[in-house]
């Protein structure tokens, strides 16, 4: 039986990307401000692009963000922000990203390998944890598959949670995914690409064409 999904498209750096991953069905637009990331664009250049998106769906990405960036970015014109942090995060930057933009507009993506214990005080900041596939010397981005069965525990575990799976996804694999993790949303990058931040329309429509069936 077919199950909605919600997708997220994430490393947008062209319009002609976001204008298709919307026409073809994406829930979200991810832009990611982290200068490191091969998909790393400026705060003015992401503010041009989720300008094409519809309000509600517009993700700004970043890692580890100080607070201060954070104040200045919340009025930018994003509806959530998505941000990668190590394991050591401290209850002080939890509390300062969830007091800026609010628990509800907040996602938390935290570094974890296999076997880590996850960082419970997560849930009292965030209404959403995003899990990648973990790369000791990257964030994001590997287009490698991650702890599938890891991701199912958690999500069953604490339901009250929005678990976003990420993490080497693509048209070939996602479904598997979804079987094998019971994620409701899904969040897409390397896996639609030519080459970092250009997407391929082909894999684009195959995406949507498994996920979101007409």
């Known amino acids: 039986m077919y199950r909605p999904v919600t ?13 298709l991953a919307l026409e073809l069905g994406a829930d979200y637009c991810g832009f990611i401000v982290y200068p490191k990331s091969p998909r790393g664009i400026s705060l003015e250049r992401a503010m041009e692009l989720a300008s094409r998106v519809p309000e509600g769906r517009r993700v700004l990405v970043d890692v580890e963000t100080g607070t201060e960036e954070l104040e200045a970015r919340r009025d930018a014109g994003f509806d959530f922000f998505q941000i990668h942090t190590g394991l050591d995060i401290g209850l002080a930057s939890l509390a300062g990203w969830s007091g800026l933009v609010g628990r509800e507009r907040l996602w ?3 570094r974890l390998k296999p076997g880590d214990v996850f960082p419970e005080m997560v849930y009292e900041f965030a209404d959403t944890v995003l899990l990648d596939t973990y790369h000791k010397d990257r964030v994001g981005g590997t287009g490698e598959t991650g ?23 693509n048209p070939q694999n996602a479904l598997e995914a979804i079987a094998a993790t019971g994620a409701g949303c899904v969040d897409v990058n390397s896996g639609v690409e030519t080459e970092p931040g250009m997407k391929s329309p082909e894999k684009l429509r195959e995406l949507f064409g498994a996920l979101k069936p007409s």
């Open 7 to 19: 997708v997220k498209i994430c490393g947008l750096t062209r319009e002609a990307d976001v204008d």
């Open 108 to 110: 938390v993506a935290p």
């Open 147 to 169: 702890d599938w069965d890891g991701f199912a525990k958690l999500k069953q575990q604490n339901p009250a949670t929005r678990w976003i799976l990420a993490g080497g996804l």
